[in-house]
């Protein structure tokens, strides 16, 4: 008896063939940042918040407290507040929201079928929140200058004002890309920024250090947003003092570890799930 094996089939599809090709991991990274950069002009609603509450507060403030803050404590509240609306304008500013919708249709999942580098995919995205809060910075410090604030570290102090600040907000956006990653809901997402709320007040936002009291100081001094205002304060209000910068970096480095710690446990997460 003859047995008839079937042909192989000469139409095979030359789509079949076709296979992703590793181009190195910098490029991966300027096309994911790329792309996340090329989004943040169709989202809008999401900066204009990130500009209008820090510049609300920041002249409230000043119009309500400027005098009392002047006669009881003898400081410039306005250089005081500078640093606290930058800090707002920058912290839980990321494309995280636009990682929850990848997620969401899929996106994610097909890119981790190609042979970009999966670190790519979270770090591109820093890059393009990186260069957010920088340019967040520069509005809320027009509004500063506009009523006054000089920088006794002149334009070199102003540069690493911006820097510490965007350094510091592209740490926190670890907490959000590790809550989009782990839960892949945009209401989860979006609620992150309230971890944000205790390290914001419970600090030297409003009155010097030496002016809280109780439990309310023992909190500040573990608090790493009061290094943080007190080195970007140094260089408006005092000059080049090494230990405020340098507890300042230390503070966004030892929230920085935390938080990417986060967020890459979540994206190692993310992708053995898909």
């Known amino acids: 008896m003859t ?7 000469s139409t095979a599809d ?20 790329g792309r996340a950069l090329r989004q943040i ?10 500009l209008i509450v820090p510049v609300f507060f920041f002249t409230v403030n000043l119009g309500s407290l400027q005098k009392v803050t002047r006669q009881a404590a003898g400081i410039d509240l306005k250089a005081f507040l500078l640093p606290v609306a930058i800090v707002f304008a920058v912290t839980g500013i990321s494309r995280a929201s636009s990682l929850v919708t990848d997620i969401q249709g899929g996106y994610f999942d097909r890119l981790c079928m190609t042979p970009v580098r999966r670190l790519a995919l979270l770090l591109g995205l820093m890059v393009a929140d990186f260069t ?4 967040l910075t520069i509005p809320v410090l027009i509004v500063g200058f506009a009523v006054g604030v000089n920088f006794v570290t002149g334009v070199a102090g102003v540069i690493a004002f911006v820097l510490i600040a965007a350094l510091w907000g592209l740490v926190f956006t670890g907490f959000p ?9 945009p209401a989860a997402v979006n609620s992150s920024f309230v971890l944000f709320f205790p390290l914001a007040f419970l600090t030297t ?24 205002l007190a080195g970007m304060r140094s260089l408006t209000s005092v000059g080049w003092d090494g230990s405020a910068l340098g507890q300042a970096v230390v503070a966004v480095a030892a929230v ?7 967020a890459l446990a979540a994206l190692r997460g993310r992708v053995r799930r898909g």
Do not use: C
């Open 177 to 185: 890309y590790a809550i989009a990653l782990k839960t892949g809901n």
């Open 205 to 228: 936002t409003f009155v010097p250090r030496q002016a809280l009291s109780g439990w309310l100081s023992t909190i500040a001094t573990y608090n790493p947003v009061t290094y943080l």
């Open 132 to 135: 957010l809060v920088v340019a």
């Open 3 to 9: 047995t008839i094996s079937p042909a192989p089939s």
């Open 256 to 262: 920085g570890v935390l938080s990417m710690s986060l």
């Open 14 to 33: 030359p789509g079949d063939d076709i296979q992703g090709r590793e181009v190195g991991f910098l490029w991966d990274l300027i096309v994911v940042a």
């Open 41 to 50: 002009p169709r989202d809008p609603e999401s900066l204009i918040p990130a």
